[in-house]
């Protein structure tokens, strides 16, 4: 099994929701990726904390399979996002973000790091996306995320990315405003010519489609009773559905499908409990047992 390389962010989150609220809890794109990805694959983590960072959080992230020597501890304050969710729970509303040690963050990759058999690349500047791409061996998936702030401040960074790069996971919105249309199936025609041969669009309460090669599949969410926390939904998806890729034996559409359900349900379990609680906490069996009622729910007579 090949190592699982993931550059992103560490944060310290509060956020409130109508279900609840926390205050400082363990969050960020790879604290969410990693956590998910665990259960799967060997992860590797690049990523910066503050001397503040709680040696509680990192007692969380010290899982087994997790490799942190990656993450860096600097002088300073650790990166703080505050947030707001309405009862739609579609979309954040960002109250107040501090990046501090974050601001300044050049990734640097430790040389047993170099080789991975796949890297995900989080939501962050794209020119600190390219700066990995260039310390690492050509991996044999190079997957990212981005968001609207690239698309719009840096999108020649951003495409520079994509040629070099094999997958893409990003919401629908994000989709629509990088392909410049409403259409999705004519969005994943555009933004595929520019290098990622699968893209893979996540809809919220609506679930996911996955444009690869000539194949489009789509599935739904799963349908959950209470729902506490979207945060790190879509960083918990991709977790899985990496995390799956890196332990498959063979890669191919196939797996690339079983990776869609499994990224799906780790975003289920994410967004069961606030921070990574519910996550943390899985055993195999219940990952099993949610992806076989996936499985039930999208059966069908042909």
Same mark, same amino acid.
């Given at each position: ?129 390219? +700066?990995?791409?260039?310390? @690492? /061996?050509?991996? &044999? %998936?190079?997957? #990212?995320? *981005? ?118 349900? +780790?975003?289920?379990?994410? @967004? /069961?409990?606030? &921070? %990574?609680?519910? #996550?943390? *906490? ?21």
């Amino acid at each position: 099994m090949g190592k699982l390389l993931v550059v992103g962010s560490v944060a310290l989150d509060s956020v409130k929701t109508p279900f609840g609220e926390v205050t400082e809890a363990l969050g960020g794109s790879a604290t969410f990726f990693c956590t998910a990805a665990s259960y799967f694959a060997d992860i590797q983590l690049i990523a910066v904390v503050g001397e503040d960072f709680p040696s509680e959080h990192l007692a969380v992230l010290k899982r087994d399979r997790v490799d942190l020597n990656g993450l860096e501890r600097r002088p300073g304050q650790t990166f703080r996002w505050r947030g707001e969710y309405s009862h739609k729970l579609n979309e954040a509303k960002t109250i107040d973000t501090q990046l501090n040690v974050f601001e300044t963050f050049r990734p640097s990759v430790p040389e047993s790091y170099r080789t991975p058999e796949q890297l995900f690349l989080a939501n962050i500047d794209p020119e600190l996306q390219l +700066m990995v791409l260039e310390q @690492v /061996q050509r991996p &044999s %998936i190079v997957a #990212l995320d *981005t968001m609207n702030f690239w698309i719009d401040g840096k999108i020649e960074a951003l495409r520079k990315v994509l040629r070099k790069s094999d997958v893409l996971i990003i919401n629908d919105g994000e989709a629509q405003a990088l392909g410049g249309n409403r259409n999705l199936v004519q969005v994943s025609r555009i933004i595929r010519s520019w290098g990622p041969r699968t893209l893979i669009i996540k809809r919220g309460e609506y679930g996911v489609v996955m444009f690869h090669d000539d194949a489009v599949f789509a599935l739904p969410a799963y349908p959950l009773e209470s729902l506490k926390d979207p945060t790190g939904a879509g960083d918990s998806f991709a977790g899985g559905f990496m995390g799956f890729l890196a332990s498959a034996s063979v890669v191919d559409e196939q797996s690339f499908r079983q990776a869609v359900v499994y990224g799906s349900v +780790m975003a289920s379990f994410a @967004v /069961q409990s606030f &921070s %990574i609680d519910r #996550l943390a *906490t899985l055993t195999d069996q219940d990952i099993k047992n949610r992806y076989m009622e996936f499985s039930q729910l999208t059966m069908f007579q042909a």
